[in-house]
């Protein structure tokens, strides 16, 4: 959960992006790194593979305001698409204070979105989290791609709980910002109301 540094003034929150491989967490995350000022973010820590474009995580903090006079800053993480690193999905999760789902938009990817959704909900779990009750979106992402599903169909798969939900070109920026502003506004909500 978010962690108050009481002599800086400053509320950390943990944001995690979770989805299949491939489906556009590390972009997202690439087009806020180069979209935002930079007074305010940190630097962008990117871990990749030959198979896999996120090892271990992407981290940025972001500064989004401030709560009771505390800066507030939003450290974003993405997973590791593949199961084979589950253990890092695992570890990455600890202590998350909102989760974006990104799925990939492609028919073809149906069963890799839902796949990984139930693996959230494990991996959550283990942390004695309940994604019900967690700050959570959802975004539909590669909506360009000739094959990508309509995103009422998706919906009915993908979003059972009537979370927001976006559709999105990440490579491109569309609802890339939209996604995070949601999640964000959804755990500083969650803040206030714990204060």
Known sequence: M???NYSSREINCKIVY???????????????????NPDAKGKMISLATETERTLFFDFLPLSMGEIHGFKTRFHLYTVPGQVFYDASRKLILKGVDGVVFVADSQVERMEANLESLDNLRDNLEDHGFNL????????????DLPSAAPVEELEKLLNTRNVPDFPAVAIS??????TLKSVAKQVLVELKRKK
């Open 2 to 4: 978010s962690f108050i």
């Open 18 to 36: 979770y989805g299949p491989g491939l489906c556009g967490k590390t972009t997202n995350l690439q087009y806020v790194y180069n979209k935002t």
């Open 132 to 143: 019900d009750d967690l700050p959570f979106v959802i975004q539909y992402n590669k909506q």
């Open 173 to 178: 920026g569309e609802g890339v910002f939209p």
